[in-house]
């Protein structure tokens, strides 16, 4: 657990000067180009719905995909990205609860 | 945090802290690089529920698909968890798993596998000839019980509080527990919990007095936990001014029933002191769709990346060894990932997590357990 412990202390990344200088727009294009570059053809899969100032990147599966695949899948997604700056994060957007009784609380998940 | 117990007649019973002390030999060998199986997994047999708990964190965990898990399913489940060496397995996580058709069968066959089981339910469905088919086999049973009133625990768990035939029938049910626990001699906890949300300060008293009616063995108080989101709007600055209740509501306890403050949690807030999630490795959960995440906190779509597998659709030991189970616990122990802003707030797995942080910052280091052993001792 050499690494583990190096990394309890290590503070988590933070966007650099030239992701944050950016508006929502231009952050989005700019992973939709990073992306189009890509051989592994990540938007076939997906659509880049934000790309926040703090580093997350919220996306859109095209199709679902099985519990075994997705995951990997989106942390190569993930560290493809971090090329662009280190503190890049991918999530996807949030889904609702699909009970119909505890649905009637009227709670929304927040996005 | 220390390994705080408290004394009961039947032995000494730790809520408010971990049991890793016990298990020293998977914290060694997770500390020096071993794939180490989880010491407990924390899973439901469905995501269905009859109630509608105000406080549920079940709202948020919705995945991408559900699975029906069937009995083979479970069955294989366990097969697989004993060949891991999984030593516990609390049936709580996403959904009501009493009534799931796999419930029964999945408890006795642990208990033929030398798997300890515990069991958070509602009781609602929870009849006496189910209950005398499992009781026998199980830890620890703890009754979720929002509010010690009737027209407060059917506003809180159900349509309204015009509702209170679901409170009688559960407290019919958890009466015929501790008869037939108190009759047969059984070494089962029974418990009952309340979460506490800020806003039922007028519920604590009466919970805890209802627990002294039961006779429970104890009656435990808990934080609500919340996304990162915010989505349950829990102000966590607004629990200290209830501190004082909380005293009064533990003073109450007697003999036979304990009243416990989960008071570690209830403090700690929104924010926890560590940034590396290390618990998973320790204390899995499964989602009552199938899903195998590291923790509950990850069973949303959004945390899609952290999604390791489905168990209805591969073998358990199978998605263990996988590299894609390595990578996604070796996420959570990089940089990459931060609890204090990625994650939903106390998690099962908090107690583990702020326990191994500290062991590898070197500000309390884990020692192996010495003397008689606790209750529950397989349940971290």
Same mark, same amino acid.
């Given at each position: 657990m050499d690494s583990a412990k190096h990394y309890a202390d290590v503070p988590t990344p933070a966007p650099g000067a030239a992701w944050t200088a950016l508006n929502g727009r231009q952050r989005v294009d700019q992973v939709k180009n990073k992306l189009e570059a890509s051989?592994?053809?990540?938007l076939s899969q997906i659509e880049v719905v934000t790309a926040k100032a703090d580093g997350q990147v919220i996306v859109r599966m095209k199709q679902s995909l099985p519990a075994s695949q997705r995951g990997p899948f989106l942390l190569d997604l993930e560290d493809y990205l971090?090329?662009?700056?280190?503190?890049l994060v991918v999530w996807l957007e949030p889904l609702g609860d699909k009970n119909s009784l505890r649905n009637l609380r009227g709670i929304e998940v927040k996005a | 945090m220390t390994s705080t117990a408290v004394q009961t007649r039947e032995g000494a019973l730790i809520l408010?802290?971990?049991?890793l002390s016990w298990h020293y030999d998977r914290v060694a060998a997770w500390e020096a690089g071993e794939r180490i199986a989880p010491v407990s997994v924390d899973m439901s047999l469905?995501?269905?529920?009859s109630a509608m708990c105000s406080f549920c964190y079940a709202m948020m965990q919705e995945s991408q698909a559900r699975s029906s898990i069937k009995e083979s399913h479970a069955l294989n489940l366990l097969d697989d968890f004993a060949e891991m060496g999984i030593r516990s397995v609390s049936l709580?996580?996403?959904?009501?798993?009493?009534?799931?058709?796999a419930y029964v069968p999945f408890i006795q066959h642990a208990a033929k596998l030398g798997i300890n089981i515990g069991n958070a339910t509602?009781?609602?469905?929870?009849e006496p000839e189910k209950i005398e088919a499992v009781l026998p086999h199980i830890t620890w049973l703890r009754f979720t019980v929002a509010a010690g009133r009737p027209e407060s625990y059917a506003k809180i768990m159900y349509?309204?509080?015009?509702?209170?035939q679901v409170f009688d029938r559960a407290m019919s049910h958890i009466r015929y527990a501790v008869e037939l626990k108190r009759k047969k001699n059984l070494g089962v906890t029974l418990g009952i919990q309340m979460v506490l949300?800020?806003?039922?300060?007028?519920e604590i008293l009466p919970f805890a007095k209802l627990g002294l009616d039961l006779g429970v063995d104890y009656a435990v108080i808990k934080h609500c936990s919340d996304d990162e989101q915010g989505t349950l709007g829990i102000? @966590?600055?607004?629990?200290?001014?209830?501190h004082p209740l909380l005293e009064q509501a533990e003073s109450m306890s007697n003999e036979q029933t304990k009243v416990i403050v989960k008071w570690s949690k209830i403090k700690?807030?929104?924010?926890?002191?560590?940034?590396?999630?290390?618990?998973p490795q320790f204390l899995l959960q499964i989602s009552g769709s199938g899903l195998v995440a590291p923790?509950?906190?990850?069973?949303?779509?959004? @945390?899609?990346?952290l999604h390791i597998g489905n168990f209805t659709e591969e073998r358990m030991k199978d998605i263990w060894k996988s590299d894609r189970y390595w990578r996604v616990m070796n996420y959570l122990a990089s940089?990459?990932?931060n609890a204090q802003t990625m994650m939903g707030t106390l998690p099962i797995q908090h107690y583990v997590s702020v326990a191994l942080d500290n062991h590898l910052k070197g500000i309390q280091r884990i020692q192996p357990g010495t003397g008689e052993k606790p209750l529950h001792v397989n349940f971290l």
């Open positions: 051989p592994t053809q990540f971090r090329e662009i700056d280190q503190a | 408010d802290s971990h049991k469905t995501r269905a529920c709580v996580s996403d959904g009501e798993s009493t009534i799931s058709k509602n009781a609602w469905e929870w349509k309204g509080p015009e509702h209170t949300m800020p806003d039922l300060k007028d102000d @966590y600055s607004q629990y200290e001014a209830l700690e807030g929104d924010k926890p002191t560590y940034q590396r999630f290390y618990g923790s509950g906190m990850f069973f949303n779509a959004r @945390y899609s990346k940089p990459h990932f």
